[in-house]
């Protein structure tokens, strides 16, 4: 396998494969191009959820279940549809396998709001539960689902299932801890007050935590309401919505908040009755387009991402983020109540690089101010609050390796003492000894170990000891089909063409050639899994909590397309010579 030819399989078996996929990015630049808004931003379908479902009609259902009958119904019907042959309810409607989490929410929801009609399917349900050794039900011992402990006995205890005694106890008393504490719950917070100052309203407490109580619930709110976007989401995320407006009508209390929370709920759902986690990862899939695109060619001259590259810029945070302290100058995942955060400011500023803005432009100089005071003391960053190690806002390699790649394309220093040496320290201890490097929003470590591999690629140093680690690692975990990931920890056990992109395009750009056999069989794999319409199959591989994935079909198809890309222009000079 090491000599020039073999590598390069063979000159015409490399001419075919390139018409093969010139063809596929042509369609799939296409299928692009025909998904982008007028304004020239794009939108991502994110799967449905069992979870946001179930706790969108329970919280429908306590503010007005005959007024909302229809709506509940939607949501109900569409967890009756989506139930798995085991019994379970699964992380993703596109995906099996079921999951004692989710299906501890779905069986919840039904329970409540339909039980004689639901009653085959919760018996079901509550089989394949009690069949994972689930000891929520009381009797059994056994693992708890990993996904939300506070949330999966709310959904139980709304449907006379658990006792509240037996809910997880969230203290509305954070509220009145240092800012510096009480953030590092961070995307965690509004659920925690929301049904914190529930729990303080329906449970007993003695005199010194009733004082405290009644002394954090009107700050609680107060928290509740900067955190408010103009359409009423907090974090554009229909869950969290859902969890205020249950927390807050069975208080009692701030019904500002919750009427807001209610209207962003109501906008939210889906004509077939359900509810994604997320509304959708607009700033997030609109980079990843433009930098699909930039494989093709110079995408500043494009005159159809001039509009593009304004939307962005018109997205960046301009003012400070009060809930979390954070100064102005970054980017969110989405438009308008999503949390300015690393990743996404830290792509975006990668990709207004590409459409022709310098490190002086004000916007670009701003993002880089707030990527450079949001590294943490270990040298990685994390999404929104330093040195933090609750929820999901620990250090993470992915996002790392996305910040580490913007500042290097925006001419920031690479010394040991800078941000981005100090970044690569972080690298070398995180990475595991055999090369893995997982990644905290991704599934498993395909996408940590590629973003790693691709840092050193950008950088120019693939050869470093965590580079050929990092290489080794993939190589070693590929398919004998061509696809990755070679076993799958979490979600469905089978390959995805998100993380065949991801370890294709990382190999590629540390400079493996695109005749190796190992490139062209992962190649032929992309090539065949594309459907008639130009793009692939989305696959959960989006990771919010252990036991709870998602779907985005732009994810899928840019990171794809930038693949299809890269090995186009890997593979021209060679055809050349």
Same mark, same amino acid.
């Given at each position: 396998?090491?000599?020039?030819n073999e590598?390069?399989?063979?000159?015409?078996?490399?001419?075919?494969?390139?018409?093969?996929?010139?063809?596929?990015? &042509?369609?799939?630049?296409?299928?692009?191009?025909?998904?982008?808004?007028?304004?020239?931003?794009?939108?991502?379908?994110? =799967?449905?959820?069992?979870?946001?479902?179930?706790?969108?009609?329970?919280?429908?259902?306590? /503010?007005?279940?005959?007024?909302?009958?229809?709506?509940?119904?939607?949501?109900?019907?569409?967890?009756?549809?989506?139930?798995?042959?085991?019994?379970?309810?699964?992380m993703?409607?596109?995906e099996?396998?079921s999951?004692?989490?989710?299906?501890?929410?779905?069986?919840?929801?039904?329970?409540?709001?339909?039980?004689?009609?639901?009653?085959?399917?919760?018996?079901?349900?509550?089989?394949?539960?009690?069949?994972?050794?689930?000891?929520?039900?009381?009797?059994?011992?056994?693992?708890?689902?990993?996904?939300?402990?506070?949330?999966?006995?709310?959904?139980?205890?709304?449907?006379?299932?658990?006792?509240?005694?037996?809910?997880?106890?969230?203290? /509305?008393?954070?509220?009145?801890?240092?800012?510096?504490?009480?953030?590092?719950?961070?995307?965690?917070?509004?659920?925690?007050?929301?049904?914190?100052?529930?729990?303080?309203?329906?449970?007993?407490?003695?005199?010194?935590?009733?004082?405290?109580?009644?002394?954090?619930?009107?700050?609680?709110?107060?928290?509740?309401?900067?955190?408010?976007?103009?359409?009423?989401?907090?974090?554009?995320?229909p869950?969290?919505?859902?969890?205020i407006?249950?927390?807050?009508?069975?208080?009692?209390?701030?019904q500002?908040?919750?009427?807001?929370s209610?209207?962003?709920?109501?906008?939210?759902?889906? &004509?077939?009755?359900?509810?994604? /986690?997320?509304?959708?990862?607009?700033?997030?899939?609109t980079?990843?387009?433009?930098?699909?695109?930039?494989?093709?060619?110079?995408?500043?001259?494009?005159?159809?991402?001039?509009?593009?590259?304004?939307?962005?810029?018109?997205?960046?945070?301009?003012?400070?983020?009060?809930?979390?302290?954070?100064?102005?100058?970054?980017?969110?995942?989405?438009?308008?109540?999503?949390?300015?955060?690393? &990743?996404?400011? =830290?792509?975006?500023?990668?990709?207004?690089?590409?459409?022709?803005?310098?490190?002086?432009?004000?916007?670009?100089? =701003?993002?880089?101010?707030?990527?450079?005071?949001?590294?943490?003391?270990?040298?990685?960053?994390? &999404?929104?609050?330093?040195?933090?190690?609750?929820?999901?806002?620990?250090?993470? /390699?992915?996002?790392?390796?996305?910040?580490?790649?913007?500042?290097?394309?925006?001419?920031?220093?690479?010394?040991?003492?800078?941000?981005?040496?100090?970044?690569?320290?972080?690298?070398?201890?995180?990475?595991?000894?055999?090369?893995?490097?997982?990644?905290?929003?991704?599934?498993?470590?395909?996408?940590?170990?590629?973003?790693?591999?691709?840092?050193? =690629?950008?950088?120019?140093?693939?050869?470093?000891?965590?580079?050929?680690?990092?290489?080794?690692?993939?190589l070693?975990?590929?398919?004998?089909?061509?696809?990755?990931p070679?076993s799958?920890?979490?979600?469905?056990?089978?390959?995805?063409?998100?993380?065949?992109?991801?370890?294709?395009?990382?190999?590629?750009?540390?400079?493996?050639?695109?005749?190796?056999?190992?490139?062209?069989?992962?190649?032929?794999?992309?090539?065949?899994?594309?459907?008639?319409?130009?793009?692939?199959?989305?696959?959960?591989?989006?990771?919010?909590?252990?036991?709870?994935?998602?779907?985005?079909?732009?994810?899928?198809?840019?990171?794809?397309l930038?693949?299809?890309?890269?090995?186009?222009?890997?593979?021209?000079?060679?055809?050349?010579?």
């Amino acid at each position: 396998m090491n000599t020039v030819n073999e590598l390069r399989v063979s000159d015409q078996g490399l001419t075919d494969l390139a018409v093969r996929v010139s063809d596929a990015a &042509e369609r799939a630049t296409a299928f692009l191009f025909d998904r982008q808004r007028a304004d020239g931003g794009w939108t991502d379908w994110l =799967a449905s959820s069992s979870l946001s479902t179930a706790l969108g009609v329970l919280a429908l259902s306590c /503010v007005d279940e005959a007024g909302y009958r229809s709506r509940i119904d939607g949501g109900l019907d569409w967890l009756r549809r989506n139930q798995r042959a085991d019994g379970g309810w699964s992380m993703a409607e596109t995906e099996p396998p079921s999951s004692p989490g989710m299906t501890a929410f779905a069986v919840g929801a039904l329970n409540a709001l339909d039980p004689d009609g639901s009653r085959a399917c919760v018996e079901r349900g509550m089989a394949f539960i009690e069949s994972q050794g689930y000891d929520g039900i009381p009797g059994m011992t056994g693992p708890k689902p990993k996904t939300w402990p506070a949330a999966a006995p709310l959904a139980w205890w709304l449907a006379g299932m658990k006792d509240i005694e037996e809910l997880p106890r969230l203290p /509305v008393e954070t509220i009145l801890l240092p800012s510096k504490l009480r953030n590092k719950v961070s995307i965690g917070l509004p659920g925690v007050l929301a049904l914190g100052i529930m729990q303080a309203h329906l449970l007993p407490a003695n005199r010194l935590r009733r004082f405290f109580q009644r002394l954090a619930e009107p700050r609680a709110l107060d928290w509740l309401r900067s955190a408010l976007g103009p359409n009423g989401g907090i974090e554009e995320c229909p869950m969290i919505a859902a969890l205020i407006v249950i927390g807050l009508r069975k208080a009692g209390v701030g019904q500002d908040v919750e009427q807001a929370s209610l209207g962003y709920l109501l906008s939210t759902q889906r &004509e077939d009755g359900s509810w994604p /986690v997320d509304r959708d990862l607009e700033i997030a899939v609109t980079a990843y387009a433009v930098l699909a695109l930039a494989e093709f060619g110079d995408v500043a001259g494009d005159p159809r991402l001039a509009p593009t590259r304004d939307w962005l810029l018109s997205t960046q945070w301009t003012t400070p983020f009060a809930p979390l302290s954070l100064p102005p100058g970054g980017w969110s995942w989405n438009v308008p109540s999503g949390w300015p955060e690393s &990743e996404d400011t =830290a792509v975006v500023l990668s990709v207004l690089g590409l459409l022709g803005l310098t490190r002086d432009h004000p916007s670009v100089r =701003a993002g880089l101010r707030w990527l450079n005071s949001r590294q943490n003391r270990n040298g990685s960053w994390s &999404e929104w609050v330093r040195n933090s190690n609750l929820l999901n806002d620990k250090p993470c /390699v992915g996002v790392t390796a996305h910040v580490v790649m913007a500042l290097h394309q925006h001419g920031e220093p690479g010394g040991r003492r800078s941000p981005v040496g100090r970044a690569l320290r972080y690298f070398e201890r995180a990475q595991q000894p055999d090369g893995a490097a997982p990644s905290l929003w991704f599934r498993d470590s395909v996408h940590g170990t590629a973003k790693l591999l691709e840092t050193y =690629a950008e950088l120019g140093r693939p050869d470093t000891a965590a580079g050929t680690l990092a290489r080794r690692w993939l190589l070693a975990n590929q398919r004998p089909d061509g696809a990755w990931p070679a076993s799958v920890e979490v979600s469905a056990d089978r390959p995805t063409a998100e993380e065949t992109a991801w370890a294709l395009y990382s190999l590629l750009r540390c400079g493996m050639p695109p005749g190796d056999p190992r490139i062209v069989n992962g190649m032929r794999w992309l090539l065949d899994r594309q459907d008639a319409s130009g793009t692939w199959q989305p696959s959960p591989v989006g990771l919010y909590f252990e036991d709870f994935c998602y779907t985005s079909d732009l994810i899928t198809h840019t990171y794809t397309l930038r693949t299809l890309g890269r090995w186009l222009r890997a593979a021209r000079p060679h055809r050349a010579s």
